[in-house]
Every structure is written in C-alpha cells, then in structure tokens.
C-alpha cells in the first residue's frame, strides 16, 4: 500500500504542462506536518518498526574483532577479506596551522558508495521515499535515511547478506530519465582519507510500493524533522543538499523578512557580494596557496598515540579514540559483524553565521584545510570544531567566530539542534548544528571566509569536491527554514 501521509493536491492535467522541478520541490516542501503528532502517523510508525529495528552493541578489544586483524608488521587495522575499509597512519605536514606537523589514525575506504533518494508525485506533488534505519554508532537509534545508503561492498553482498532494497533504480540511471542529482561528494575530512559517496536523487513517474520500513514523505514533513534531534541521519541531509530549490515563480513568505531574504539567497538572480567567478578564484587560490603534505604511515608507529587491550587513543586523551564493537542488529542486510569505529571525544559545534546584505541572505563559509580532502580545501562551516579538543591544540585560542555562535541572543538563532554524524563508522559522534543571524562586518577580502548566497553553494554543489559534509547538512537545515512555522 501506497501512503502519503500528506494533503492531496492537484495533479496535472493530461496534455497539461508539468510545472519545472524548482516549483514541484518547492510545492512539497510547503506540505508540513499536521495533527495530532505534528507528522501523522509518523511517531507510530517509527516507534513500531525502531521496536523490531535495533543494534546491540558490545565494545570488545580490538584483537578480538571477528574478522578482522591487525597487520604484523604496519599495526593497520584490516577485514581479512581486504575489503569494507582500513585503519591506518597518517602523517600530515601543514606549515602555518596551530599544529604544524601532526600524526593520527584515519579510515581508508576506497569504493564509492551510494546514498540514493527516490521521489514521485503522489496527488501531484513530489513525495520522497524515505528508510528508517539503525546503525551502531547511533546514539539515538533508529535514524530518517536514504532510499538506499550502502557502501559497495554491502550492495556487491561481500557480507553474503539480503540484497539492497530499491538498489535497481540507482544504478544505469543514465540510460533513462529521471535524475534529479547526482554526484560524488566527500566525507569527514579529518577521520576518512579522500572517501567519496555517490549522492542521487531519482525521479520515477509513479510510486513503487513502500516496504516495510520505508515511508513516502513529503520534502515539508522531512523537512521538519530535521529540528528533532538527531532523527534525520547524515547521509539523507547531504543528499537533500543536492536538491534544486527555488527559481522564478515561487512566491515569496508573508510577513517573515528573513524567509524572504533566504529566499532571495537561494535565487539565481539575486545580487551577491562576491560573483561566482570571484569565489571560484579564492578557492583556487586557497587550494595553490595551502601548503600541505599528507602521506601513509603505519598504524603502529604514530607519534603521541598509544594502542591499548580496548582502544587507540591519543596521549591527551582529546580528539578521537578508535575502538571496537561487536553488533547484534535486527531489521537489516547482515544480522551479526564485529567492526573498529572512530569515537570522537566531546560534542562538536557546527555553524553558519548569515547576514542580509540588501535583503538577500549571505552565509559565511570557510575555506577549510582537512588531510583526507582529495583537493586539499572544501568550504566548510563558518564554525567546525570540537571545543573540548581545540583546547588542547598550543596557545588554546578558540576558532574564529566561536565565541559569537554560542553567545548569540536567541533571537538571532534560526537553527540548533543535535545531528550525529555517520552511525556506521563513527560512534556517538554528535553535534550542535546552529544558523546564527549576525551583523557582524567580516572583510570582503578575508583570507579564510567569504560571503556567499545559498545559490552560489547551491551551484558548487553541482560539482564534486567544493562543498563539505558539514556544510552539506546546514544547507539542509537553511533549507528547511524556507516554509517553517
């Protein structure tokens, strides 16, 4: 059975023109939650299937991880299989950061992934097909994802579990029409090295039917569980951030002048501070400009990090421990692995500051130097650090812009909420995700940031390598604001 959940619209017409995608997508992302729980029907179902979806996780030490093993000679962290992914050394040489030369653990994860999200119009409007789904490191649970979010070496079965519902419609997509998005996106670049997703969005002309576990939502209803805690996942936020989302025709919010200039922000037209070409040279120049080598080194030998019984951590006790699990799981491909999992140390702060510059909104990215990125910068958040690890690195300055963030009146605060990272290689890994109005005159020629409108993101986004997880999941959330209550 096939269930909206959501008000009927109009469908077209035969012969009628459809309206363009801006429009449609625009349409259901106006279709929000109504009574009695705020989504119907939403809270029941998830709570349903959360009671038959579910991990059991035991830490174990990390030589009794069933199937993998410590490589004798590197120390490296291994599947016996040689796939899934690797824990290995980095050693990083950056010349002018705080910490000029550093070693650490990183995650090695060659294949490209799919996060994949269908959507078909039901009663006219776009609905989208979203999985309730449980990972290990998931502090809350089960978590909103894509249609498909699997790495290759699930949806190629190494693990000889199910096979991956809906997988079909992402793959030879170019052969048929439909492609909304589709593109490779990067990871955290500071715990996976040059990790790639291939993010997708595919239009079908009608609906498929929605399995167990998979709910056709509208973009609003999705939209307005990203305020909840930590209840949309990281992959489906970065594959909603490839969405088209606004152009001529859509009119603008009554009575609410920062929708009306985030609006104006996400429309091609609007007048900027700088012009694309202009930030495209400043990455450019950031990217020549950043002076920095990255090269493999044994796990076994980095400097300031210490391998216990239970963990890999580092001498401080800051940043990130690498441990290991054991999972039982219910509601998915495989039932029972064992796997390593990076565990950050502390919550992180992530966060916008947006201006109106002559009505149009402006976010302030970050030109941000991470040792796994594949093209040495991606534009980050304005603010993207751990406060309790940033202390410890030499002189314990906090990152620009901190302090603003967090002491901001709440009236200038448009979006906080906890959202966790990637529940399938890192445990616990929660942020404060916030979008902060400020006044504040930052250069125009500022070395690190720049003012950009969200069609300007919108538009590198496009493209592979320009635009961090981070930010991918804010431009989510900056979404999201456009038809809130």
């Known amino acids: 059975m096939i269930?909206?959940?959501?008000?009927?619209?109009?469908?077209?017409?035969p012969g009628e023109p459809v309206e363009p995608l801006e429009l449609r997508i625009d349409a259901s992302a106006r279709l929000r939650g109504g009574p009695p729980d705020g989504l119907p029907g939403f809270t029941d179902w998830f709570a349903d299937f959360g009671r038959r979806a579910y991990t059991r996780v035991e830490r174990v030490p990390l030589h009794d991880l069933?199937?993998?093993?410590?490589?004798?000679d590197t120390g490296d962290l291994r599947h016996r299989t040689g796939r899934f992914f690797t824990v290995h050394g980095l050693e990083v040489d950056h010349p002018g950061a705080p910490v000029p030369r550093w070693t650490q653990p990183i995650i090695n994860q060659p294949e490209v992934g799919i996060l994949g999200i269908l959507?078909?119009?039901?009663?006219?409007?776009?609905?989208?097909?979203?999985?309730?789904?449980?990972?290990?490191?998931n502090a809350e649970g089960l978590q909103l994802s894509p249609t498909v979010q699997a790495t290759r070496s699930n949806y190629t079965r190494v693990h000889q579990g199910r096979p991956v519902p809906y997988l079909e419609h992402f793959l030879d997509v170019h052969s048929r029409p439909g492609v909304i998005a589709d593109v490779r996106q990067s990871e955290q670049g500071s715990w996976f090295y040059r990790k790639r997703n291939r993010n997708m969005v595919?239009?079908?002309?009608?609906?498929?039917?929605?399995?167990?576990?998979?709910?056709?939502?509208?973009?609003?209803?999705?939209?307005?569980?990203?305020?909840?805690?930590?209840?949309?996942?990281?992959?489906?936020?970065?594959?909603?951030?490839?969405?088209?989302?606004?152009?001529?025709?859509?009119?603008?919010p009554d009575g609410d002048d920062f929708r009306s200039a985030l609006l104006r922000s996400a429309d091609p037209g609007a007048r900027a501070v700088h012009t694309a070409s202009e930030i495209l040279g400043w990455i450019t120049d950031r990217r020549t400009g950043s002076d920095i080598s990255v090269r493999r080194v044994r796990l076994g030998e980095l400097r300031d990090w210490s391998r216990t019984e239970d963990r890999i951590r580092h001498d401080t006790g800051a940043f990130f421990d690498v441990i290991g699990v054991r999972v039982d799981a219910g509601g998915r491909e495989v039932h029972r692995w064992s796997q390593p999992m990076i565990e950050p140390v502390g919550t992180g702060v992530i966060a916008f500051l947006v201006r109106r510059f002559d009505g149009v909104l402006h976010v302030l990215a970050h030109a941000r130097v991470e040792p796994g990125f594949a093209d040495v910068v991606e534009l980050g958040p304005t603010v993207q650090c751990v406060e309790e690890s940033h202390a410890r690195l030499p002189g314990g300055t906090p990152p620009p812009f901190l302090e603003e963030v967090l002491r901001a009146p709440a009236a200038h605060v448009r979006f906080d909420t906890v959202l966790s990272e990637e529940g399938g290689r890192f445990y616990h890994a929660l942020n404060r995700y916030l979008i902060v109005e400020t006044d504040r005159d930052v250069p125009r020629d500022h070395p690190h940031h720049r003012w950009m409108t969200l069609h300007q993101l919108s538009e590198?986004?496009?493209?592979?390598?320009?635009?961090?997880?981070?930010?991918r999941s804010l431009i989510a959330c900056l979404h999201s604001l456009f038809h809130a209550a």
């Not at 409007?125 to 449980?134: D, N, Y």
């Not at 167990?212 to 909603?240: F, I, S």
């Not at 590198?460 to 930010?471: E, G, I, K």
């Open 3 to 13: 269930d909206s959940h959501a008000p009927a619209a109009r469908s077209a017409a």
């Open 66 to 72: 069933e199937g993998w093993e410590t490589d004798p």
């Open 119 to 137: 959507t078909a119009p039901i009663g006219g409007v776009p609905h989208f097909l979203m999985q309730a789904k449980v990972e290990p490191g």
């Open 202 to 252: 595919v239009e079908l002309p009608e609906p498929v039917e929605a399995r167990d576990g998979y709910r056709w939502m509208t973009l609003g209803q999705v939209h307005e569980l990203l305020g909840r805690k930590d209840t949309v996942n990281m992959d489906a936020r970065t594959v909603l951030s490839c969405l088209p989302f606004t152009g001529p025709g859509v009119g603008e």
């Open 460 to 471: 590198l986004l496009r493209h592979s390598h320009y635009v961090n997880v981070q930010a």
